[in-house]
């Protein structure tokens, strides 16, 4: 009986519902549907993994500027000649060796070439072939890890050791017996520098999948019966993006620099097609008398080398899942 009325006192103590009952009506906030719905409402909406990364680019002052240089040299490249009344491979011999003037921005060549329309067609070039030797060794590259890191074993020990072989000779040999048995065009430099520019790329998508392919989500895949390429390219590639990404950002300045180097050398793009490589190659003679001509090639090379290494930096920043807060 004294549990009882313990039980009833506490039961009917200040803060239960009958004393609450005994109380006025204007003491207590009535608040309506409307109100409640807006108070559980999440004030800070929810970002998927994309929109987080690119917020966080969008902070990095130097990547921004070296994304508006790329896009802003890139419009230039495709539309700019159009509208010149030059060509890349006009010539007029009255006008050779012209300084920069209002009517040749940088100036003429040996040959009276207008210098500003070929450094414009030579981005074409060099950017073409950056860009695109990105997305082959990217597609190589991912295929090539992903398959080594996936199955393992005797497999990846064979792929691996292919690897090493290739590594051991140097790239520079590679580039020029393929540009002596093919030619010296863009497709032929496309290939040189897609046979071993890929490696890098391999390693490190081979290096995320052997860590992803034992969490959970892999896992639960295998388990419901997806094939190994259902579970490679569908979970495990998609989870390792970032790291792609940013290796792939780093390759396409180097494939640039590569062409670039090629062509000075003489074993990659001829004259009169306009690349960077040639334009310095072609200023070498008036270096002293006329330094202009390789001076604004050279620092076309230069500003897009900064430009996609601030974006590889800020990329590598973003997409880092450590960063993200």
């Known amino acids: ?156 020990m064979l792929l691996m050791r292919i690897v090493d072989i290739m590594i051991g000779v140097p790239d520079l040999l590679y580039i020029i017996l393929v540009m002596m048995f093919l030619g010296n065009s863009i497709q032929s430099i496309l290939i040189a520098l897609c046979l071993t520019s890929w490696i890098g790329t391999a390693r490190i998508v081979r290096s995320q999948v052997v860590t992803l392919k034992h969490q959970e989500y892999a896992l639960a895949a295998r388990s419901i019966g997806s094939s190994n390429l259902r579970i490679l390219f569908k979970h495990l590639i998609p989870n390792s993006i970032g790291p792609i990404i940013v290796t792939v950002t780093f390759l396409v300045p180097s494939a640039i620099f590569s062409e670039a180097f090629l062509s000075f050398l003489g074993i990659g793009i001829q004259v009169p097609i306009a690349s960077w490589g040639t334009l310095v190659n072609d200023a070498i003679p008036t270096l002293f008398t006329q330094p202009y001509q390789m001076l604004f090639p050279a620092l076309a090379i230069s500003v897009t080398m900064f430009a996609l290494n601030f974006i590889g930096d800020g990329l590598r920043d973003a997409l880092d899942p450590r960063l993200k807060k």
């Not at 103590?13 to 719905?37: H, I, V, W, Y």
């Not at 999440?42 to 970002?47: E, L, Y």
């Open 1 to 156: 009986m004294i549990h009882t009325a313990r039980m009833k006192e506490r039961e009917d103590g200040p803060f239960s519902t009958s004393a609450a009952g005994d109380l006025p009506d204007d003491l207590f906030e009535k608040l309506d549907e409307s109100d409640r719905q807006d108070n559980e409402e999440i004030t800070r909406p929810s970002k998927s993994y994309w929109q987080d990364a690119w917020a966080r680019f969008r902070k990095d002052p130097l990547a921004m500027i070296g994304l508006c240089v790329i896009i802003v040299m890139a419009v230039a490249a495709i539309f700019g000649p159009i509208f010149s009344e030059y060509t890349y491979d006009g010539q007029n011999l009255e006008n050779g060796n012209q300084p920069p003037s209002a009517e040749h921005w940088f100036g003429t060549d040996k040959f009276g070439r207008d210098i500003f329309v070929r450094t414009l067609y030579g981005a074409r070039i060099s950017l073409l072939i950056g860009f695109v030797a990105a997305a082959i060794n990217m597609v190589i590259g991912i295929i090539y890890g992903g398959i080594s890191g996936y199955f393992g074993g005797r497999v990846d």
